[in-house]
């Protein structure tokens, strides 16, 4: 077990590494300075020679490698840099903007689970074929719709047709309504796609049968022997798109004016504000790793084959 923990702990160190890397080399092949775009600014008065000493102190100045070694050598110590448009430093802005983005996410993501449950039993209860096949449609209906589209159209029907959700200075809960909104149902295809296919598959094994034979219900059945057996492939996919939810989640900030990360990225990008975007993606690369981790360690907690299989290898 040490082993096999080890082993997935030195794969997210390397994704980790790879997400910092990736990025430092992509931000810095854009095209502009944000050092420029912010002091080379006429009515500021600065001359060459000022711009030049501001570069210095940003080391901006320095050979790619050494400006690599030094960003690398910060974010292992937590020093995530300075904004050079907001001028403070960039911890600071994270630490200000994360907490919306983890409750939009968080609640976000609840709700996707419970829509791609409720599709599941919904799926393996009906009574009708068609409308065991209407519901079985659902998944591919809510994954084909973009998230800033659906957003939009929330607001449309929610806010200014039937004036529910106000727009404008909405309560702390009425204001996460349409966001949670929009980022569940899209999150939530896949899980129940997955879900639906692993029940079909746990129904067809011998135990279902035995269990059908001594007079169990099907919701019983579905309940107390198969749920569990189709948990883990669900619960692989859902640590995969924890990652796309965090995306959808500055999307989403984006569409309903949110003052999360999606806002500060928003900000950074418009801006070229290299630092903060680099920050805000290795942090975005550790939520994922970490998720995915926890299911790497949970896995063999609900499928005791797994921890077989990690033992005999």
Same mark, same amino acid.
């Given at each position: 077990m040490s082993r096999y923990l080890l082993g997935r702990v030195g794969q997210a160190v390397l994704v980790l590494w790879a997400a910092f890397t990736a990025a430092f080399i992509l931000l810095q092949a854009l095209p502009g300075d944000a050092i420029l775009i912010k002091f080379q600014n006429p009515e500021l008065g600065l001359s060459p020679d000022q711009i030049a000493e501001i570069r210095q102190?940003?080391?901006?100045?320095?050979?790619? /490698?050494?400006?690599?070694? +030094?960003?690398?050598?910060?974010?292992l110590t937590g020093d995530f840099g300075t904004s050079v448009q907001a001028g403070v430093p960039v911890g600071q802005s994270l630490l200000a903007n994360l907490p919306p $983005?983890? /409750?939009?996410? %968080?609640?976000?993501?609840?709700?996707?689970?419970?829509?791609?449950?409720?599709?599941?039993?919904?799926?393996?209860?009906?009574?009708?074929? /068609?409308?065991?096949?209407?519901?079985?449609?659902?998944?591919?209906?809510?994954?084909?719709?973009?998230?800033? /589209?659906? %957003?939009?159209?929330?607001?449309?029907v929610f806010s200014f047709r039937l004036k529910l959700i106000p727009v404008i200075n909405p309560g702390p809960w009425e204001g996460l309504v349409l966001p949670v909104l929009t980022l569940a149902v899209p999150i939530s295809a896949p899980l129940?796609?997955?879900?639906?296919?692993?029940?079909?598959?746990?129904? $067809? +094994?011998?135990?279902?049968a035995v269990a059908r034979a001594k007079g169990a219900s099907r919701a019983g059945v579905l309940w107390r022997h198969v749920a569990r057996n189709?948990?883990?492939?669900?619960? $692989?996919?859902?640590?995969?798109?924890?990652?796309?939810?965090?995306?959808?989640a500055v999307i989403t900030e984006t569409v309903f004016g949110l003052n999360g990360l999606g806002t500060l990225t928003e900000r950074a990008v418009r801006n070229q504000d290299t630092a903060v975007i680099q920050a805000v993606v290795v942090l975005s690369a550790a939520g994922f790793v970490l998720v995915n981790l926890a299911v790497d360690l949970l896995a063999p907690?609900?499928?005791?084959?797994?921890?077989?299989? %990690?033992?005999?290898a």
């Open positions: 102190s940003y080391g901006a100045d320095s050979p790619l /490698w050494s400006q690599y070694l +030094h960003t690398l050598g910060d974010f $983005t983890l /409750w939009l996410a %968080g609640l976000g993501f609840a709700l996707a689970v419970l829509l791609a449950v409720a599709i599941a039993a919904l799926s393996s209860l009906a009574a009708f074929s /068609w409308l065991r096949s209407a519901i079985q449609s659902l998944p591919s209906l809510f994954v084909s719709v973009p998230t800033f /589209w659906l %957003g939009i159209m929330l607001i449309q129940a796609q997955i879900l639906v296919r692993s029940i079909d598959e746990i129904s $067809t +094994h011998p135990f279902v189709a948990l883990l492939p669900t619960l $692989t996919i859902a640590g995969v798109l924890f990652g796309e939810i965090l995306a959808g907690v609900l499928d005791p084959r797994l921890r077989l299989r %990690g033992a005999a």
